[in-house]
């Protein structure tokens, strides 16, 4: 499986601290995608990542993406307490690999930002 | 309002009866996805849809049915419902797939079976 595997699994931080966020996975992407999960609700995206990018921005967040070990990472800026949810990782295979149409989802990191 | 639509947000049915989960999605995207999510697992891949008539099954196929007859419409359902199917199910859409574009989700169905 090309599960990804979110670390930490709970993750509790003061406002105005960073927060940052990992994910494994085991075999080749095409790209990967975080999303967000408030409580009771489905899960929004947040930025997809292509395998040939190593970094990307979207406002107060930053992903990183390393192939070579195959993990990736999420960084909340300056966390809000409005940003207090689960944080899922999600991989499309690579084309050759077939389904990649398919997401993947890790279980997911959640985050709880204190005021 | 453009979006994708879950229906009903909350079931609760018996075992060994059949029910059906509804998704309608107004973007008109190619593809979409029946997720379940438990406690433990995260979110695993049901079945998916890449065109009106063409589906195909994900990690956990076994005991539900699926059909898309309409571009807008992807419903899922329980043939005989068994308490292991006591989840909550998010229904996806995307434009290009996963491969591509990023899955935009429903709020869900609570599914309780007794």
């Known amino acids: 499986s090309q599960q990804g595997e979110e670390d930490p699994q709970a993750l509790s931080i003061q406002e105005g601290e960073n927060a940052t966020m990992n994910c494994s996975y085991k075999t080749s992407i095409n790209n990967l995608q975080w999303y967000r999960q408030n409580s009771g609700r489905g899960l929004v995206h947040l930025i997809l990542?292509?395998?040939?990018?190593r970094e990307k921005h979207s406002g107060r967040l930053r992903v990183t993406l390393d192939t070579s070990k195959k993990s990736s990472s999420l960084l909340i800026t300056a966390s809000r307490a409005a940003d207090t949810a689960s944080y899922f990782c999600a991989t499309a295979a690579s084309f050759t690999q077939g389904g990649s149409e398919k997401l993947v989802f890790g279980k997911g990191t959640k985050l709880t930002v204190n005021p | 309002d453009a979006g994708i639509t879950q229906s009903p947000r909350y079931k609760i049915t018996e075992t060994g009866r059949q029910v059906t989960l509804m998704c309608h999605q107004t973007?008109?995207?190619?593809?979409m996805f029946w997720y379940r999510q438990d406690l433990g697992h995260g979110l695993r891949l049901i079945y998916y849809s890449a065109a009106a008539d063409i589906t195909d099954k994900g990690e956990v196929p076994d005991g539900y049915v699926v059909s898309r007859s309409k571009t807008e419409n992807f419903p899922l359902t329980l043939e005989s419902a068994t308490r292991s199917q006591t989840s909550v199910y998010f229904c996806?859409?995307?434009?290009?797939?996963?491969?591509?574009?990023?899955?935009?989700f429903g709020n869900g169905t609570r599914l309780t079976v007794t």
């Open positions: 990542i292509r395998s040939n990018e």
């Open positions: 973007w008109s995207h190619s593809y």
């Open positions: 996806a859409s995307s434009e290009l797939g996963g491969r591509n574009s990023p899955l935009h």
